[in-house]
């Protein structure tokens, strides 16, 4: 059995982040290789080209990889159009059986990880699975070039307004990531791709992720305090294995600073009394971003930004106009206020909000058990069986708000049978799956409501939106499940009038109760 300190140095091979500078592969899970540039490939590699792993992902080419861990380009067989996506492979066939374990559980890890964060702009886990005593991860690929090739490439600076627009796209999706417990420890330009099509900006590489509470106490080995970063990127309490929220901040700082300067931080020289980073007089910058630069980098992880949330709010004001009033300006401002509060307040009081009555239904598909019953507005119209190719559908529909309104807001309500047991977990990733399949029609989107609740029991939801017949419609799925059953019901509106019967749909579906 080897040596913690072996496990240690097998952790940092695998994910193969501990380097001087770039690891020169950062983009290898999400772009294909520079045009011209020819590996040369191990027979297992050369072996995989062609290959079709589950019968559906047929491997085109080779990317990249490390000690541990091999990636490839892929087609996606089962979709018509054939879209491109990457397969990550785990290499174990390792003589030390406590090393297999560690890497298997590491693979095992981000997997998970990479299945919490459905964000439009981090790479979406298509799969993963083992096949032939092999683990793969399969993921979106994005068609475009890492910011170390292009816009940060070395000894490039940018303007003041680029570098402000540019923390504000990497904040955006790392407060996404924050929100979530999860520290990503290697933010840094490799790891950021801009896709060619639309210009947005992608947050690749999760693999030396560290959940706030979490996956990673599973494991044999206690990953979290392993040095996992890229040096001169991640400051000195993560090197040590302390990483913390703001040890990202540290990083994303890092990469402001040197797209402002042109130059390497680890040229910059530092204040030896506190080991502060010296910068300012290379750059062209305003003192209030100079002061938000320096703060998101000082030594101390205390007196950063503890999370993107902060950062990034600090950060949008220096892009919020300023608005100049005298004091006449506010004493009128001030009467206008209370004005408007006091007609509201006469209002609500005058015409007060009537009661909604409520029909009780009860939901009786043959050999269903438990049943359910839940309460709608009488306005609404029941329509059971609205499918006839699925007779175990009913839908309730919303009045019609206008004349005009031509699409008619909907709560359908659906059961599907079980084969096999199965956690909430994993259907909620299966349903996931089903969506992401169907990437023509339907976009999976990052955040959803969570005051939710079918019969009082763990419930998962989903949000998602796509095109009907050329309108935009957005749904909120919930499901539950009860036995070998899984029930879930799910809003259906038209995207801008999504939360004109939000509330109604989100108290239908808190109705519900089991009838054994």
């Known amino acids: 059995m080897g040596s913690d300190r072996e496990l240690i140095r097998t952790y940092a091979l695998w994910q ?12 290898t899970f999400c772009s294909a290789p520079a045009s011209g540039v020819e590996l040369m490939l191990t027979s297992t590699q050369n072996a995989m080209i062609g290959k079709i792993l589950r019968g559906r992902y047929r491997i085109t080419s080779y990317l990249g990889g490390g000690e541990f861990a091999e990636t490839y380009l892929a087609q996606d067989e089962d979709i018509r159009s054939k879209p491109l996506c990457v397969v990550k492979r785990l ?4 003589s030390n059986p406590q090393l297999v ?15 919490h964060l459905q ?9 993963d699975f083992m096949e032939n005593g092999e683990f793969y991860l399969v993921q979106e690929y994005i068609d475009g070039e890492d910011l170390s090739k292009t816009e940060l490439a070395f000894r490039k600076s940018l303007t003041q307004s680029e570098v402000i627009q540019l923390l504000q796209e990497i904040l955006e999706v790392l407060a996404f990531v924050h929100q979530q417990k999860i520290i990503h420890r290697d933010i840094k330009p490799s790891n950021l791709i801009r896709r060619r099509s639309d210009g947005k900006l992608f ?8 959940q706030i509470q979490g996956l990673a106490s599973e494991t044999l080995l206690d990953t979290d305090k392993v040095p996992v970063g890229t040096i001169g990127y991640m400051p000195d309490e993560q090197a040590m294995g302390y990483p913390q929220a703001s040890s990202d901040i540290y990083a994303v700082g890092i990469t402001a600073i040197q797209a402002l300067t042109g130059i390497s931080v680890a040229k910059l020289p530092r204040d030896p009394n506190n080991q502060e980073i010296i910068w300012q007089q290379n750059a062209k910058v305003s003192p209030k971003l100079a002061q938000i630069l320096s703060k998101m980098v000082r030594y101390d992880p205390d007196q950063r930004y503890h999370s993107a949330v902060e950062a990034l709010e600090e950060i949008s004001t220096l892009t919020k106009p300023k608005i100049w009033l005298n004091k006449f300006d506010l004493v009128f401002l001030g ?19 009537p009661k909604v009555e409520l029909n009780e239904y009860t939901w009786s598909v043959p050999d269903l058990n438990p049943k359910i019953s839940l309460k709608y507005p009488k306005n609404w119209k029941l329509q059971p069986g609205a499918y006839p190719s699925t007779p175990d559908v009913d839908i309730l529909e919303s009045p019609q708000e206008s004349s005009k309104d031509t699409f008619n807001e909907q709560v359908i309500i659906n059961v599907e049978t079980l084969k096999n047991p199965i956690l909430l977990d994993e259907y909620s990733h299966d349903l996931t799956s089903r969506i992401n399949q169907n990437l023509d029609k339907f976009q999976l989107l990052p955040t959803c409501e969570t005051d939710l609740s079918l019969g009082g029991g763990k419930t998962q ?3 998602y939106q796509g095109e009907e017949e050329g309108i935009k419609v957005r749904y909120l799925l919930v499901v539950t499940l009860r036995g070998n059953q899984a029930y879930y019901l799910t809003y259906r509106a038209e995207f801008s009038h999504y939360n004109n019967f939000l509330n109604t749909a989100k108290d239908l579906i808190n109705s519900v109760k089991f009838i054994e």
């Open 119 to 127: 964000h439009p702009q981090i790479p979406r886990l298509l799969a």
């Open 91 to 94: 290499k174990v066939n390792l």
């Open 335 to 353: 009467g206008a206020i209370a004005f408007l509060l006091l007609g509201t307040i006469f209002s609500i009081f005058l015409n007060p909000k």
């Open 461 to 463: 939801a989903i949000c």
């Open 16 to 27: 193969n982040y501990v380097t001087k500078d770039e690891r020169g592969t950062g983009a």
């Open 203 to 210: 947050l690749i590489d999760f693999g030396a992720v560290k």
């Open 101 to 115: 374990i560690v890497t298997t559980r590491l693979f095992q890890t981000e997997a998970e990880v990479l299945y």
